[in-house]
């Protein structure tokens, strides 16, 4: 299926007190692990959204053909990312498979089970847990309602209201927000461990 694929890596990693975008798994830096990710589902654009430590993130996706986009009001939040990626993407009628780079879990063939859910009538996400989330498959329509949001604000508001197709992967709810999870995903063999 023909889409646009949008990473966001722009956080500061607050809660972390590091990149996590700079974090490894076989050497390979997160944020380069789903640009390439990404990259395999043979999306039309790939944008990758940068803001904080963005000399060293946009260092680290010198391998992949990506487009980088400098989101200079990363502070605000996700949401400013998620305007910049629609407005950069405006004039296209793809869905855009959208990502983020904490996820460690994430593997080529979750993109490729939301892309071929995916029938456009609505948006396609993920579910762990009882929250349903990105990775996620938005239609047109949905990135280009994102200038409603606002802060850390995501389209959880918006699929409140139209309510998604939702692929299952319980493995996806473990995030990278502080060294506790860092430490777990460690321990799971999901990122190379520092002291090795």
């Known amino acids: 299926m023909a889409h646009d694929a949008v990473v966001l890596a722009a956080g500061g990693s607050r809660r972390l007190g590091r ?36 000399d060293v993130v946009t260092a680290a996706l010198a391998p992949c053909d990506v487009e ?17 990626a629609a407005r950069v993407l405006h004039d296209r009628d793809l869905p855009v498979l959208l990502s983020v780079v904490d996820q460690p879990a994430l593997v080529a063939s979750h993109f490729d089970a939301l892309l071929a859910a995916h029938d456009d009538s609505r948006d396609t996400v993920s579910a762990y847990g009882e929250a349903l989330g990105i990775p ?6 949905t990135l280009t309602r994102a200038r409603v949001l606002a802060g850390d604000m995501g389209f959880r508001h918006l699929w409140a209201q ?21 430490a777990r995903a460690t321990a799971a063999g999901l990122l190379d461990d520092p002291q090795r």
């Open 19 to 54: 990149p996590k975008q700079l974090l490894t798994v076989g050497g390979e830096p997160l944020v380069a692990r789903v640009a390439r990710l990404a990259l395999g589902t043979r999306p039309s654009r790939t944008l990758v959204i940068v803001g904080a430590y963005q």
């Open 136 to 141: 996620a498959v938005l239609r047109a329509s």
């Open 68 to 84: 980088i986009i400098v989101n200079p009001a990363w502070t605000t939040g996700m949401a400013s990312s998620l305007h910049l």
């Open 162 to 182: 139209v309510p998604p197709h939702a692929v299952r992967a319980d493995e996806l709810g473990e995030d990278l927000d502080d060294e506790a999870a860092v």
